[in-house]
T-cell receptor, first 112, second 114 residues
Framework: EAGVTQFPSHSVIEKGQTVTLRCDPI?????LYWYRRVMGKEIKFLLH????????ESGMPNNRFLAERTGGTYSTLKVQPAELEDSGVYFC??????????FGPGTRLTVL | GNSVTQMEGPVTLSEEAFLTINCTYT??????LFWYVQYPGEGLQLLLK?????DKGSNKGFEATYRKETTSFHLEKGSVQVSDSAVYFC?????????????FGIGTKLQVIP
């Protein structure tokens, strides 16, 4: 069974540019989550989808971040325009209803 | 709110040394507790978990016991190897509204030297 995949693995952009991160969950997992780890700090929750609906987006830092989940399958997280403080590792996780979350390898975002 | 506190590290040990990484938590409700590990260049992997008081999670020689009275979930291994070098995250989750909301600690970097 394929695990959670994320693309790209690493992205380097300049301040003010736009970046889109993609997450493909494990097949059949209705729940999809985004997390972020800023250097040296905790991994923090950003938002949670159930199928294509946003269940909880309380962790989204501001309106420069937009998450979508097309047809309840893969998800994208767009940052527009990117700022220096957006640098970090963005993790995606998926789970069946109520069960342990399985994490992807993460996307390392560097904003210069 | 929920929170997890763990030692920041880095922790440097010689091969075959005993490892303890402390973790304490505060939570509303009755959390499940986890240790995740991130090896260099890889994603987060679930190392072990415990879902109720006095449960012991174990995997790959690592162990942690859910201590409700001290709100702790310390990670231990009797003899570390170079291949255990990684970042270890303590985490808790609370089941709410049909899903597990996970709160992580800051992560502890472990370096094992030969």
């Amino acid at each position: 069974e394929a695990g959670v995949t994320q693309f790209p693995s690493h992205s380097v952009i300049e301040k003010g540019q736009t970046v889109t991160l993609r997450c493909d969950p494990i097949s059949g997992h209705d729940n999809l989550y985004w997390y972020r780890r800023v250097m040296g700090k905790e991994i923090k929750f950003l938002l949670h989808f159930v199928k294509e609906s946003k269940q909880d987006e309380s962790g989204m830092p501001n309106n420069r971040f937009l998450a979508e989940r097309t047809g309840g399958t893969y998800s994208t997280l767009k940052v527009q325009p990117a700022e220096l403080e957006d640098s970090g590792v963005y993790f995606c996780a998926s789970s069946p209803r109520g069960y342990t979350q399985y994490f992807g390898p993460g996307t390392r975002l560097t904003v210069l | 709110g929920n929170s997890v506190t763990q030692m920041e590290g880095p922790v440097t040990l010689s091969e075959e040394a005993f490892l303890t990484i402390n973790c304490t938590y505060t939570a509303t409700g009755y959390p499940s507790l986890f240790w995740y590990v991130q090896y260099p260049g890889e994603g987060l992997q679930l190392l072990l978990k415990a879902t109720k008081a006095d449960d012991k999670g174990s995997n790959k020689g690592f162990e942690a016991t859910y201590r409700k009275e001290t709100t702790s979930f310390h990670l231990e291994k009797g003899s570390v190897q170079v291949s255990d070098s990684a970042v270890y995250f303590c985490a808790l989750s609370v089941y709410s509204g049909g899903y597990q909301k996970v709160t992580f600690g800051i992560g502890t970097k472990l370096q094992v030297i030969p």
